[in-house]
């Protein structure tokens, strides 16, 4: 059981390139969202989906796009990369038994490293 | 909207000593609230979490929290540190409501320092 897989695990773009981070389950969960993570700020989300076909915006959604055809993918596209986008990004995914239940539990892929010069 | 403030970005512990991590919470109704641990180069894991049951939590690797209404806090606790405690742990918030429960709000971030 594969879990949340994340690739790359690492990329450097220049400023302006474009790149997409995929993220894929195998658990069938319908829920999958993405996260940045930076020094001293936590982990902040930029996307969430709730299954295919939905997605919504979270804290942080300026430079990114997603979009969800399957329940198992989720890519994470970066229209024109900026400095600003220098970051560890995380994808996670759960399980919406018992009503949407915020007591789900996230799993965590292990992470992209994205440097942007 | 529900918010956490984790109290020290970073805390420094001699082995065998007890470890405590702080945080508090903002929010509107009762929430739920999480620790997860990020290890080096790794994604984050759950270490525990309050759903409304019982206010004092255990978790896995002798950790446990208590939810305390009258504080807004979670604080995480070990009784002994161990060399293999040294992680970053970040406490969690989200709602139990539909909505609400789309968005878990993580806080800053502990890094925990064994000392030898």
């Known amino acids: 059981n594969a879990g949340v897989t994340q690739t790359p695990k690492f990329q450097v773009l220049k400023t302006g390139q474009s790149m997409t981070l995929q993220c894929a389950q195998d658990m069938n969960h319908e829920y999958m969202s993405w996260y940045r993570q930076d020094p001293g700020m936590g982990l902040r989300l930029i996307h969430y989906s709730v299954g295919a076909g939905i997605t919504d915006q979270g804290e942080v959604p300026n430079g990114y796009n997603v979009s969800r055809s399957t329940t198992e993918d989720f890519p994470l596209r970066l229209l024109s990369a900026a400095p600003s986008q220098t970051s560890v990004y995380f994808c996670?995914?759960?399980?919406?038994?018992?009503?949407?239940?915020?007591?789900?539990?996230?799993?965590f892929g292990a992470g992209s490293r994205l440097t942007v010069l | 909207a529900q918010s956490v403030t984790q109290l020290g970005s970073h805390v420094s512990v001699s082995e065998g000593a007890l470890v405590l991590l702080r945080c508090n919470y903002s929010?509107?109704?009762?929430?739920?609230l999480f620790w997860y641990v990020q290890y080096p180069n790794q994604g984050l894991q759950l270490l525990l979490k309050y759903t409304s049951a019982a206010t004092l939590v255990k978790g896995i690797n002798g950790f446990e929290a208590e939810f305390k209404k009258s504080e807004t806090s979670f604080h995480l606790t070990k009784p002994s540190a161990h060399m293999s405690d040294a992680a970053e742990y970040f406490c969690a918030v989200t709602l139990p409501r539909i909505q609400g429960a789309q968005k878990l709000v993580f806080g800053q971030g502990t890094r925990l320092t064994i000392n030898p």
């Open positions: 996670a995914s759960r399980s919406t038994g018992g009503g949407f239940s915020g007591a789900n539990v996230l799993t």
């Open positions: 929010s509107s109704v009762p929430p739920y």
